[in-house]
């Protein structure tokens, strides 16, 4: 067969040329991000510009939701726990996860493998259902702890108590997903080339100095991203309070984180309206910390 | 097969422009290869006669016909890739049927084919193995293999050999030259390597800076390179070249020496060029120029000296043989043949 | 692990391994504590649990009650409450996986009109807060007469940003360009190079997004929270939320307290054991992000 033949031949045209490729595969995701994320965004901006009066259905009042939202100090007490809940969780789990990945990676440990999936395994655990082993912990009557104290001849602290309930629930997020954040360090300090391990012996670094001089500066990328979602996720706090609100009714009120209160003003207190300008002000505030979070990261770095 | 030719192309990414105003014929059945140092635009200009890139202005021709707007398998090209780019999950014998069976070619066609190729190549023990089973030399070959089945008009190569070994390099590039002999079609090759250039190729296409600087047999860019550029980057080791100011029939070089080279310096000299075997190396006084011996380099059939001169730089002379009687640091002379020198103006062009 | 290795016999390396060793063992008795206390709480009856030490057994073994109780309680809603969460979570997750494959393969392997703006969005929809995308969303499916649908609860959760990004690097690293292009050379087009060339390529990246949205659905809360108000469509998570409610409120008797923790024990054994045979999956797949990100 010759090569006229074969030009001869009807061939099948490629219809998806390069041009029209990327976006027929990003059709599907795009098209559910656009309906899903940015439509509802949208009308919930559209809506937080609106307020329902007590006659007349309801009507346009442009910025007014946003200046109440903003001088609304239930709004800005729960930005204040996110905030305390943020600097007490994040630098004790990005802490105690940088340190078990280090010594893992490190190899000094025994059972290494099992260490390290078994600090993953409460990832897997619904955080609801997180929750619900916690309160049962935390319960003084029933709770083991509890137990344990009295047991030890003393009395253990009410967990649910306004003075231990921020640490509480910081807890069950540190035993939920300091695993996870190990397992990203181990990750990224396995993905070091050995060579750089190799010219340190030479250079007589001891393993100490060079998990904490070498390798650890060379992840700092990775804990920046990780911190920055540690922060998006503690500012967006809904789930714990509003499971423990059962057993501390007194302490977690409605209003206790602004997600907390942006759900209650809607499905309790029917205020679609008001409560969308309260969830764009938490977009805000979420926003600016992790901006300046990562102004502050990336200009430590470049000096 | 193919004659191939590129009309005024151009190719911009965005604002850089990396192949500015190409024209080009590679004749039916010849053996062309792009050379030119990285960035020059030699892959780009191979992937724009591919069609994997789209041409920014002008048009591609095969055989006539424009192609500019086709995309690559309506070319009926073949291309060989540097890290040969094997479907990983595919045996040799799918990764060579592939393109056939898009084809839509007949089932016994296709196995007629691949029979034939592989053992063309001796790929005939390999043909269920996946590529990660090979290697790299046999991967090389499922490459070509893939290439030829397609019996295409004409090969493309981007720097196939620069994955290999220097010693299966050496292997081949026969091979390719053998494959050439036999199929008769014709072919491109990119590579940076001038030696392949120089072995392999009817013609030589050099490149720099997205555009053509000369288009030539090897033979002739060895032994009058367009200009300065070419000059230096044929040949191994490099001409030399000294910068010089005519002042009637003598030169002066850059360190105040003069030299009468006779009716020889035109007005816009600006520098001349010898080769390393076309230098003498003269007892210290005589020739046109003096220096001190900096290194040797031993290589059994040549000996190259390279002799320091001051702030005019440093000279390669080349020997044949072993030459026993220099050693670093000793002061010799340069002798050059006047009328054999290669002359370049202030813009780098060759003065005839 | 080279540098230790070396000096593995120094005393000074044996006590710092029984160190850390044991510094390792502490906090995994931290996590394991809840875990071990969901199944001790789950073999008690309700007096038991107020009565016996709350982390060993209690000498009456009350599982199989328990369990009873869980499977029968309202009509055998818990069973239902599972197999919803199988389904929403499941056919969320493929969605997922399959749409952020597609989309990772645009963004890594093509360049075209809108990229940088369509990926920065995607990165950017990761600071909106929950209230802010849920809340509107059942304003504007309870119009459309949506909520308490199955599809209120997977439609929104196809879209899975995290799953794009971690696809987007993995192709970035595992399908080189060349390969695309001597699929072009073949003469393919580009869905047939993705779909026999490509995606079996990426299947390791596309398993570890599987199980990353597996999991972020089979965890979710708050969406089918808000979506759903029949309790026969709830999915665990919510259901058992719900059960804990009636618990502690007292309204459902004291009885329920052992059974939403057996309740607990069940919905997490699925997703443990998951997590444990697919490990290979999701620790790559984390690294890849991860390093990348």
């Known amino acids: 067969m010759t090569e006229r033949e074969i030009r001869a031949r009807p061939r099948n045209r490629v219809i998806v040329n390069k041009t029209v490729a990327p976006y027929l595969f990003l059709a599907p995701f795009m098209l559910l991000f656009i309906a899903f994320l940015i439509v509802p965004l949208i009308y919930a901006f559209d809506i937080s510009l609106y307020k329902k009066a007590m006659v007349g259905g309801v009507k346009f009042v442009g910025t007014d939701n946003y200046v109440k939202a903003f001088a609304d100090p239930k709004f800005w007490e729960g930005v204040g726990v996110l905030f305390k809940f943020a600097f007490l969780q994040i630098p004790v789990m990005i802490g105690t996860a940088l340190v078990f990945a280090l010594i893992l990676d490190s190899g000094v440990v025994w059972a290494k493998a099992f260490f390290r999936v078994s600090f993953f395994i409460p990832y897997a655990v619904p955080a609801v259902i997180a929750t619900l082993i916690w309160s049962y912990l935390y319960g003084p009557a029933y709770g083991p702890i509890g137990q344990t104290a009295r047991f030890l001849g003393f009395e253990a602290p009410d967990f649910v108590s306004a003075k231990w309930i921020l640490g509480s629930i910081a807890n069950i997020a540190q035993w939920e997903y300091m695993g996870y954040n190990m397992i990203i360090y181990f990750a990224a300090l396995q993905a070091i080339p050995t060579d750089l391990e190799e010219a340190s012996v030479v250079d007589g670094a001891s393993a100490f100095a060079f998990a904490t001089r070498i390798k650890l500066p060379m992840i700092v990328p990775t804990i920046i991203v990780t911190v920055v979602f540690s922060i998006i996720g503690s500012l967006q706090l809904f789930t714990e309070p509003f499971l423990i609100q059962n057993m501390a009714r007194s302490i977690i009120n409605s209003n206790y984180t602004p997600n907390y209160y942006a759900y209650t003003l809607t499905f309790v207190g029917q205020q679609p309206n008001y409560a969308a300008a309260i969830s764009f002000l938490l977009g805000g505030v979420i926003a600016v910390v992790s901006y300046a979070f990562m102004l502050l990261a990336n200009r430590r770095i470049d000096r | ?352 | 692990m080279s540098i230790v290795g070396k000096t593995s016999t120094s005393p000074k390396f044996r006590r710092n391994r029984w160190l850390l060793t044991g510094v390792l063992s502490l906090y995994f008795l931290y996590t394991f504590m809840p875990l071990f206390y969901v199944i001790t709480a789950a073999t008690k009856s309700n007096q038991d649990l107020f009565s016996t030490f709350g982390l060993w057994f209690a000498p009456d073994f009350n599982l199989w009650d328990n369990l009873h109780t869980l499977f029968t309680i309202q009509d055998g809603i818990f069973l239902k409450w599972m197999g919803n969460t199988a389904y929403y979570s499941s056919i969320s997750a493929a969605g997922a996986a399959l749409f952020s494959t597609f989309a990772g393969y645009a963004f890594a392997k093509y360049s075209f009109l809108g990229k940088k703006l369509m990926f920065a969005l995607v990165l950017g929809a990761v600071m909106i807060p929950q209230t802010a995308l849920v809340i509107p969303m059942f304003l504007m499916l309870s119009k459309l007469g949506l909520t308490n649908t199955a599809f209120a609860v997977i439609l929104p959760s196809l879209v899975f940003p995290p799953g794009v990004f971690l696809m987007r690097a993995y192709i970035d690293d595992a399908i080189s360009n060349e390969l695309i292009e001597a699929g072009r050379m073949d003469g393919a087009g580009e869905v047939h190079i993705f779909s026999s060339i490509a995606f079996r390529l990426l299947m390791p990246g596309f398993t570890t997004v599987l199980i990353l949205a597996f999991v972020a659905n089979w965890n979710n809360y708050f969406l089918p929270l808000v979506m759903l108000n029949k309790p026969d469509m709830f999915p665990i998570t919510v259901g058992l939320a719900q059960l804990y409610s009636t618990a502690i409120s007292g309204t459902g008797g004291v009885l329920l307290f052992t059974v939403v923790m057996t309740g607990a024990l069940v919905s997490i054994v699925p997703v443990i054991a998951a997590f444990l045979i697919m490990q290979r999956f999701w620790q790559g797949g984390l690294g890849a992000g991860g390093v990348k990100a």
């Open chain 2, 1 to 352: 097969m193919a004659v191939i030719e590129l009309k005024d192309v151009r190719k911009a990414f965005g604002a850089v422009e990396v192949i500015g105003r190409v024209n080009l014929t590679v004749p039916d059945g010849a053996f062309v290869i792009f050379v030119g140092p990285s960035g020059s635009g030699k892959s780009t200009l191979l992937r724009l006669v591919a069609g994997l890139e789209d041409a920014t202005a002008g048009q591609v021709l095969i055989d006539g016909a424009d192609v500019t707007h086709m995309g690559p398998a309506e070319r009926q090209l073949s291309m060989v890739f540097q890290s040969y780019a094997l479907y990983p999950t595919k045996t040799v014998r799918q990764n060579m049927s592939f393109g056939l069976e898009v084809a839509r070619l007949p089932k016994d066609e296709i196995k007629a084919r691949v029979d034939r190729v592989a053992d063309i190549l001796k790929l005939g023990d390999y043909l269920d193995r996946k590529p990660r089973a090979l290697s790299g030399g046999q991967r090389q070959r499922v490459a070509i293999g893939r290439a030829i089945v397609r019996e295409p008009v004409a090969f493309l190569f981007d720097e196939p050999l620069s994955n290999l070994d220097a010693a299966l390099r050496v292997e081949m590039r026969v091979e390719i030259a053998k494959l050439h002999q036999r199929l008769g079609a014709t072919m491109i090759y990119v590579t940076h390597d001038q030696v392949e250039a120089m072995t392999l190729a009817d013609q030589i296409v050099v490149l720099d800076k997205g555009a053509i600087q000369q288009v030539g047999t090897p033979m002739e860019l060895y032994q009058r390179p367009a200009n300065l550029f070419v000059a230096q980057f044929i040949g191994s080791p490099k001409m030399n070249v000294l910068e010089v100011r005519p002042e009637g029939s003598t030169v002066t070089f850059a360190d105040g020496n003069r030299t009468d080279f006779g009716a020889l310096a035109p007005a816009t000299l600006s520098h001349i060029g010898f080769r390393p075997e076309e230098v003498e190396l003269l007892a210290e006084g005589q020739g046109h120029l003096q220096g001190t011996v900096e290194v040797v380099e031993r290589l059994g059939s040549d000996t190259f000296a390279h002799v320091a001169l001051g702030m005019l730089g440093t000279v390669t002379v080349r020997m044949p043989g072993n030459v026993l009687n220099i050693a670093p640091g000793q002061r010799v002379g340069l002798g050059l043949d006047v009328t054999q020198l290669h002359l370049f103006a202030s813009d780098g062009t060759r003065l005839s």
